[in-house]
């Protein structure tokens, strides 16, 4: 609600800013995608190797008392 708001200040002040900004949003959402779905792959990669390298420790441990 309040992103709706400042655009429409921004609109009443610097129309021509406004609605460029309202037509890029998308396409910047779009350009950002693969970038957000790598971000999402490594981390995942990250979260394995790590579960995989504790995986002895936790193993060895046993269970809790």
């Excluded at 200040?9 to 790598?38: D, N």
């Amino acid at each position: 609600m309040v992103g709706f708001l400042l655009w429409l200040l921004l609109l009443v002040f610097c129309w021509p800013i406004a609605l460029l900004a309202l037509v890029l949003y998308p396409i910047v959402w779009l350009v950002l995608l693969p970038l957000r779905l790598v971000g999402i792959t490594v981390s995942a990669v990250f979260a394995f190797l790590g579960a995989l390298l504790m995986l002895p420790a936790r193993v060895l441990r046993g269970r809790p008392a």
